[in-house]
């Protein structure tokens, strides 16, 4: 399964009508009547968007937003309202919505909304990996071949290195060896690269 499209909204006809349409395309979807039957719901760990009602019983689309963005549960949303009014979108939008859709929406604007959420969220999942399995790396490091890095990282040369440390300087040469091959590091800007990405986390 390439990604997977989710459609919360509590009316029966709406839900058929957009589970119609984006199969149409050749896309995976999943239709909930609720928020808290969403929640429920054991997602997939495959690229993702969630199409969402703004107004519904019980657990209204922006609560469920703001309740994903709690549990760090990263998914675009694209809401779909009938009742858009101006400061519900600032709302959605200052809270990380991709899109807000007021009712009726052409199909193509919300097929557009769709693709683009699934491309993000594809890209932000390959970013997510990439950086564990630099993390990965990173743990593997002595804590001296760490403080080495430290020291790389901040433009130091191995002399100034060795004599912060209190090595010498072949010793310098040879954790940093180390630490090339262990972070699978081809140059140095490269590993600089990666503890710059990892001091971002």
Request: charged share 25%; aromatic share 4%.
């Amino acid at each position: 399964m390439n990604s997977m499209v989710f459609v919360v909204d509590d009316d029966l006809s709406v839900r058929e009508a957009l589970s119609s349409l984006i199969r149409s395309v050749g896309l995976s979807v999943e239709t909930f009547a609720s928020a808290k039957e969403f929640l429920q719901f054991q997602r997939p760990d495959v690229p993702a968007c969630l199409v969402l009602d703004v107004r519904m019983p019980g657990l209204s689309g922006l609560e469920l937003q703001r309740e994903l963005a709690q549990a760090g549960q990263r998914v675009p949303i694209i809401f779909i309202t009938g009742h858009g009014d101006i400061p519900m979108t600032v709302r959605a939008m200052k809270a990380g919505a991709v899109d807000f859709l007021p009712k009726p929406f052409r199909d193509q604007d919300l097929l557009d909304a769709i693709a683009h959420s699934l491309e993000r969220d594809g890209a932000a999942r390959h970013q997510r990996a990439e950086l564990a399995e630099i993390q990965a790396r990173y743990d593997r490091l002595t804590s001296r071949e760490r403080e080495v890095i430290a020291l790389i990282a901040r433009g130091m040369r191995n002399k100034q290195t060795a004599a912060e440390l209190g090595i010498t300087e072949v010793t310098v040469k040879v954790h940093r060896h180390n630490i090339m091959e262990k972070m699978c590091a081809r140059s140095l800007p490269a590993l600089i690269g990666m503890v710059e990405r990892l001091r971002a986390l």
